[in-house]
């Protein structure tokens, strides 16, 4: 079959689809399971909080920078070629990751994996968009979401068993046979597309670069100076971006206004998800005693909600538009953040942990496919690939600036940082700060995402996707 006539139900639609999701999990995994293993690297390399924060905003920030890149290349070069690309490159450094003798090798090795990341993770949604005949994208989509979730839900549980068997090195390892798995699927299944042929922006790809490492060097070291100049860098992306010919983000997309409101949402929710989970995963170690496995158990509920229902939420989001979700969904996630600030010390995973984590996962399962769908909708056919980049830096974009801004502004910094005096109110404050979040992501979706109009009879006959 050719791309775009690809149906869900056949063997080589499950295919293409399981390799998307194994390949984007795999980078979502690798970011989940990380968080879990934090305090074994603490102690084992004595980091201090800064470096903590380091471990997870160095493989962030190249994701961050160079998911736009990834997206323009893959429209360019072939979206099948740049995603195995990237599964390989990430596969190597997760090498490099797992026999890192200091910290600064640590770090330095996370970044080069956010690198690899940031060829295969736009491409994954790309070639879904790109493969699947129009009535089957919605549900492919939502199924990527649920279950590429699931891998970043299960991570924690995962990770927690690899920390307690064979030490936080255990975590890296075990991409090499799933980095395998997924070349061996797409170089067999997966048809290769192309999207837009223009020139590759790298001066905007080095002003990103180069202004989000110095913000979040600013904001993780608590220098207005250094955050000053990296907010200045950005704003001159933003102008570079308006007068190069050969733009890295167009900013035309930017005119629709849906698209514009769903990367709005997208900041403030996963600025809250990275947060709250960077947070969250420590909290129940330093404060509340648990082993990591325990910790890991957290995520259960969320798994098994996500799996069990995103594919009907990504089938619902495509049938009545993606407003509602987008509204209720984060205010269903923020409820699940205010019953968390009941775990303290003497935390039960039962009467604490495990409402709080059912609460936020169906919060999430709500609103993530719909608001995938609702980015890529509102995009050309030819730009879904940079649509996605752009959507999944602004993610990323969030989750560094989030990781490295509010545990300083809560109060958790310093080699004492573990302390469970200084963690545990620290918890508390940071996720309130993440309930803010989660709350103005619900009223910008009420408020600037227009309801799905009814199709016409013209295109109910012919089967056309009437947009949002």
């Not at 499950?14 to 399971?33: E, K, P």
């Not at 790109?130 to 979730?149: C, E, H, Q, T, Y």
């Not at 046979?177 to 597309?193: M, R």
Request: hydrophobic share 55%; charged share 10%.
């Amino acid at each position: 079959m050719t791309a775009g006539s690809i149906r869900l139900a056949s063997a080589q639609g499950r295919w293409l689809l399981a390799a998307m999701i194994l390949g984007s999990g795999m980078a979502f995994l690798d970011g989940s399971i990380v968080g879990l293993a934090l305090p074994a690297m603490n102690s084992d390399l004595d980091a201090g909080a800064a470096g903590v924060q380091w471990i997870v905003n160095a493989y962030t920030l190249t994701l961050a920078a160079l998911i736009l890149v990834g997206g323009s290349l893959g429209d360019r070069l072939g979206r099948r070629k740049v995603f195995v690309i990237g599964v390989i490159g990430f596969a190597v450094a997760s090498v490099l990751c797992a026999v890192a003798p200091t910290i600064e090798m640590l770090v330095a090795a996370r970044g080069l994996q956010g690198v690899g990341a940031a060829l295969l993770t736009p491409g994954s949604l790309a070639i879904i968009s790109a493969s699947f005949v129009p009535a089957d994208r919605g549900p492919a989509i939502g199924m990527w979401s649920g279950l590429a979730g699931v891998t970043t839900a299960i991570g924690p549980l995962v990770g927690g068993w690899l920390v307690d068997t064979t030490g936080w090195r255990g975590i890296f390892w075990i991409n090499l046979p799933l980095a395998a798995v997924i070349v061996w699927l797409t170089v067999k299944h997966v048809p290769e597309t192309t999207g837009q042929q223009d020139r590759i922006d790298y001066g905007g790809a080095a002003l990103t670069a180069i202004g989000l490492a110095t913000l979040t060097y600013g904001l993780v070291d608590e220098s207005w100076l250094w955050s000053t100049v990296g907010v200045v860098l950005m704003i001159v992306f933003v102008i570079h971006q308006r007068l190069t010919p050969h733009a890295l983000v167009p900013l035309s997309l930017f005119a629709d206004r849906v698209f514009t409101a769903a990367n709005i949402c997208t900041f403030a929710i996963y600025g809250a998800l990275a947060a709250s989970g960077f947070l969250l995963v420590q909290q129940l170690q330093y404060v509340s005693g648990f082993s990591p496995l325990v910790a890991g158990l957290a995520s259960v509920p969320m798994t098994i909600i996500m799996l069990l229902f995103s594919s009907k939420a990504g089938a619902l989001g495509d049938r009545i538009g993606p407003r509602w979700p987008m509204t209720i969904g984060p205010m269903i996630a923020a409820l699940g953040l205010l019953l968390m600030l009941r775990i303290g010390d003497d935390a039960s995973f039962w009467t604490d942990v495990l409402p709080a984590s059912v609460v936020f996962g169906a919060g999430i399962t709500v609103l993530v496919a719909p608001l995938t769908t609702a980015v890529l909708a509102a995009a050309p056919m030819t730009q879904t690939g940079i649509a996605s980049g752009i959507n999944n830096a602004v993610a990323r974009t969030a989750s560094l600036l989030a990781v490295a801004a509010i545990p300083p502004l809560a109060g958790i910094a310093g080699r004492d940082f573990a302390d469970p005096d200084i963690f545990g109110p620290g918890f508390r404050v940071g996720t309130l700060i993440c309930v803010g979040m989660l709350v103005v992501a619900a009223l910008c979706a009420v408020t600037l995402i227009r309801p799905r109009p009814s199709p016409s009879p013209a295109e109910t006959a012919s089967g056309a996707d009437p947009g949002f």
